[in-house]
């Protein structure tokens, strides 16, 4: 069986990433989700082994002592997310396509060691008001978090033009329409 392809989507925290990689699996069959393991606790609705694997900060530091990670970033201070090695290369080799959800380094670490079997997307917000709107809207961190998060948004797009694809989400429809043919066109190349 022919190994699967990967595919990256990275953009700043409430770019409307993870709604479009959630509407990217529900319309092409064969992509599933990498999950991550991180060593932030879980907010509310998100399930262990669903959403990430929840590690305590000793657990995470095993496993990268243990060389488990292909990836790993410290994304906020003392809050460590990573792409484990088993997840993603079982997944490939059952002839899976993986999708990752994953910070704009750990996205561009991925394409420098999966080159042309890899294809990342960078998500951009209009701007910087935009997301900061969303970020308030979906009322899951506080203020402090936020701004931090606009803080290292701005840092983030600077990123963009070492990504494959940037689409940029105004109007979310569009966006997912354009991500829709952008990734069925790299899983239909040889
Ligand atoms: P959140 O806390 O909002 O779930 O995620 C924060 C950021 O960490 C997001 O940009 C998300 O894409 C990123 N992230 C999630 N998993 C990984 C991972 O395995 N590796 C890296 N480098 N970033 C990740």
Avoid: C, W
């Avoid at 002592?65 to 997840?87: A, M, S």
């Avoid at 993986?98 to 561009?108: F, S």
Wanted: net charge neutral.
């Amino acid at each position: 069986m022919k190994n699967g392809k990967i595919i990256v989507f990275s953009a700043p925290s409430g770019s409307g990433k993870t709604t479009i990689v959630h509407y990217l699996m529900s319309q092409i069959k064969n992509l599933h989700f990498s999950i991550s393991a991180t060593s932030r606790t879980a907010r509310g609705n998100e399930i262990n082994g669903k959403d990430y694997f929840f590690l305590t900060p000793d657990e995470f530091r095993a496993k990268i002592q243990n060389n488990e990670f292909i990836e790993f970033e410290e994304v906020y201070t003392n809050k460590f997310y990573g792409t484990l090695k088993t997840q993603v290369e079982n997944q490939l080799q059952r002839g899976e396509n993986v999708v990752l959800d994953i910070d704009v380094k750990g996205g561009i670490n991925i394409k420098h060691l999966y080159k042309e079997k890899a294809l990342t997307v960078f998500i951009q917000p209009p701007d910087i008001e935009t997301l900061r709107n969303r970020l308030l809207k979906r009322g899951t961190d506080s203020i402090e978090v936020i701004n931090n998060r606009i803080e290292k948004a701005e840092y983030e797009i600077t990123f963009a033009s070492q990504f494959d694809k940037i689409i940029i989400n105004d109007i979310l429809e569009n966006a997912q329409t354009e991500a829709l043919n952008i990734v069925r066109k790299f899983l239909n190349e040889a």
